[in-house]
Each structure stands twice: as structure tokens, then as C-alpha cells.
């Protein structure tokens, strides 16, 4: 059997995938969180809650109306992309004038608030979403086994990853994201409807966050308390990558997904405090991330 | 994104009809009180200019008319609209650009971005091939990131940005703050070029040797106030006068 540094290459090359699927799910959810900081300069506490929210209505939707998986991947990320929306525009907006701490805590609140609700009408257990037939089943590789499922969240997570890069580094909608972000009051003397823009940003960036609950759920047990032990990990992602770059989140997501897996096969009892280890090192060494700008 | 038309009275584009009019225009930033009053008037096709001492209120009576102080009363009307009630991004789409003393180029767009993106507010805009026929650096430093610019090109990229959109009415706050004199040589003939086009024009400069034989009226500015008119054919024999109020 093919060993790498004392161990099997399957066992191995298993965790790296593993540590791929974590590092996509990071990915999406950082880049969210990178591009309403950007615009809005609030650090989205509501972002853990809002994947859970997606990966909910996904299995709700299946088990009373039965919304198939692919149709949850297209409607799911759209309402709750529409309720972001109305948090914004009838919340947010309100209290936007005042320091950008207040946005964070009204965040914090309306995830707990959400959280809370759902743990009283479904508990904290869990339950499991089927994995959609199509993608049932795996390929032999001969070093490994690959599930089809992961293969496909894995190629999923990329195509948008890449997709919004895309549209904020190469169309003019991003050119006055990238704008807005740097300067909104020049942006609006130029006829730009930033209180619009920042509604469709905040929109946008919880729809990512459902489009991956939506993608986790027949993963992982589609429970209220799955965003908020997820989105504190993605908080040491972002803060390691740095909130200055779309690239850099995503890179990074990935990044901090394989060393966890790494770390899970040479020394599982840090698999769970790697990333902080390493927040705590970028911090001391490069406090605005590996891709955030010098101050 | 673009309802300019919506909001737009389309005035005959008559010499001599009133463009701007501003009357008793009160600006504060949060509780600081900066301008106390500010009364005057543009017509079609004139260029002024508002001069002062520094901290005069020349910048802030810019910002006053694009909303983009704390609170504003009193009265501004563009093209026959008062847009003292206007949102912010409405009263560009009256038709006007404006140029901020510091520049506002974006450092996270190239030079094409930067040119590419205020989005147009009335048709009769210049095109892009013009825009580079009129600036050949910008064309040669196209894909540069905005802010790599030297001061003088970056200058030229914040006035370049505002003449494709169409708009008619340009504010125009320092522009040759800073820069070589043949560039500011190049930048007076640009002046000369759009008011050959029809261009109405609010010209804010600490250099008067630059905006004196550019303009038609000039309004000095003091305390927040407009403390006096001078027309350019008065220009020669009030230049004393003018000196010491500008206190040079
Ligand atoms: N954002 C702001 N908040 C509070 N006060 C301001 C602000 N911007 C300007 N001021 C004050 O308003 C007054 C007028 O400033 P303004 O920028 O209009 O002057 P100016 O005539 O353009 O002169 P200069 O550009 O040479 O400084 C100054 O006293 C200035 O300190
Ligand atoms: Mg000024």
C-alpha cells in the first residue's frame, strides 16, 4: 500500500477531500461575508444563520411541498436572498448612519433570534436531507473513494466562487461595487442609487450564504445550530485572509479547508484548533490578512 | 438605473436662461453652520468662478448643490427644478458633473473603469475616442490602476470621467490645485474647448491668474457668503480690490 509520510495514501487522500468540501463551504461563506463588508462596512453576524436558513427551507420545502434539491439550489438562495433584502432596507438602512458596531449587533441578534425560533419548533438534533439521486453513489479511483455528492459541491462552490469574482472584477455592476466600497458619496454625485446597490449587495451576499446551506444539507444534519459553530471558523477564515479581496477569501477558504484536513491526518486532536492557531499567528505577523492591505 | 429623463424639464438650450440659480442657501456639517446665505446664479453657457481664502466655503457650496452635506435650506434650482428636497443620486441626472478637490479616482478600478464609470445622465455626451482624442495620456495609460496616475493625469482622468456622461453643467472644484504649469496650461485649453461646446461651468480655483481670462463673472466668497460680484470687463480696474479680498 502507497504511504504518504506513514500513512495510506487513501486514508490520506479521503481527509484531503474532506478538507476540500470544508474549505468550499468556508469559501462561500467568507466571500459572502468579504463582499457586504465591503460595501457596507458591517461584519454580517446574521451569515451563519442564514445558510442554516437555506439549508432549512431546502428540507422543508421537500417535506411539505416536495421542492426537489434542484429546484431548492435555484429557489432557496432567491427568498432567502429576498428576506437579506428587507433586512437591509427596513433594518440595517435604519441604523446605518451609527457606528458600524451597531450593524454587527443587530446581526448578532436577528441570527439568534432565528436560531432560537427554530430550535423551539424542531429541536437541536437534526435531521437528514437526501442526497439527490443523480448524485447518489462514487467513483473508484483507485486511491480513493470519491463520492459523487462531494465531487459535485466541490465543483459547485467553485462555479459561483468563480462566477462572483467575475461579475465584481470584470462587469460594470462590480466596477460600482468596487467604487461604492471605496467612496458611495462620490458614487451617488454621479447619479448611482447606492441605498439600492447596498440593498442588492446584502441580498446577494445571504444568498450565497443559503446557496450553501442548500449545498450542505444532504451533507450534514440540517440543524438551527449548524451556521453558528460553522460561522465562527469562517470568522478566523476571514480574518486570516483578510477582508480586502475576493480571490483572497475564496483562496483562503479553501486553504484553511485542506489544512484542517491535513492536520486531521497527522495530528486529529488540533484538527478543530488549527485554524484559530493560525488566526492568532496571522494576527501577530500580518494583522490585515494575507491578501488584506496595509493600513 | 438610469431615469433621467423622468426627472429632467428639457429647457430650450438658449443662451442666457438660467442654468443654476442658488438663494439663501444655508449648508451645515452635522451642528458646524458653513455657509449663511449663499445667493447666486448661473445662465446657460457662462463660466464662473467662486473664489476666496481658504475655508471661504467654495468646496462645501458644491457639495451643497450635489447634497452631499449634512442639511441644506434655502433654495437651489438646476434647469428650472429646485432640488433642495432631490435624493443625492436624482440631481445629477439633471444633467451635471462634478469634479471633487481631491479627484475621488478609485484606486480598485484601471484608468478605463474610472473613465467608463459615472453612468450617463442625458444623451449628447462625448464619446470615448473624443475623450482620448482630448486626453492621448489617459489612451496610453488605459489599463493603469486609477490612483498609479501622476497628479496631473489623474486630474485629467476626474474631468474626462464627467464629459462622457452628457451632463451640462460642470462643477469644477481646484483643478489645477498642485499641478505643473503646462498642465494647467493644458487644462485651461480643455476649459476653453467645453465652453466652445456649450458647457455651463462653476470653476472653484485658488489660481486666478489661471481662472481670470477663462471666466465671464466671478464671485468672491467669504465666511460662507457670497460678499461680491465682478464681471470680467470690470476685472482690469478692480484688480486691487480683488486682490485684497482674496488677501494676496
Ligand atoms: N466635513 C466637514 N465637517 C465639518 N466642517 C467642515 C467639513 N468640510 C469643511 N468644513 C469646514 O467648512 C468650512 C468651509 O470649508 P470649504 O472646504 O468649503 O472651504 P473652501 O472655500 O473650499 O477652502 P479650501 O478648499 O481652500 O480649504 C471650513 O471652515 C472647513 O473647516
Ligand atoms: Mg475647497
Redesign the pocket.
Known sequence: MTMIFGVPLAVFMGQLMLGLINGAFYALLSLGLAVIFGLLKIVNFAHGAMYMLGAFAALLGLQTLGLNYWLALLLVPLLVGGLGMLIERYMLRRIAHLDHLYGLLLTFGLALIAEGTLINFFGVSGSSYPTPTALQGGYNLGFMFLPIYRAWVLLAALVVCLGTWFIIERTRLGAYLRAGTENSALMQAFGVNVPQLVTLTYGFGVALAAFAGVLAAPLYPVSPTMGSSLLIVVFAVVVIGGMGSILGAVLTGLGMGLVEGLTKVYYPEAANTVIFLVMVLVLLVRPAGLFGKEA | MNQAAETLTDYPDLEGAEMLRVRNLNAF??E?H?LHGVDFDVKRGELVTLL?R????????LKAIMNMVGRRTGSIVINGNETLGMKPHRIPRLGIGYCP?ERGIFASLDVEENLLLPPTVRSGGMSIDDIYAMFPHLYERRRSQGTRLSGGEQQMLAMARILRTGARLLLLD?ITEGLAPVIVQALGEVLVKLKARGMTIVL?E?NFRFAAPLADRHFV?EH?RIIEEIGAAELASRRDHLNTLLGV
Request: without cysteine; hydrophobic residues 20%.
Open positions: 456639517y452635522g458646524s458653513i476666496g481658504n475655508g471661504a466655503g467654495r468646496s462645501t457650496t478637490e481646484e472653484v485658488q466668497m460662507g
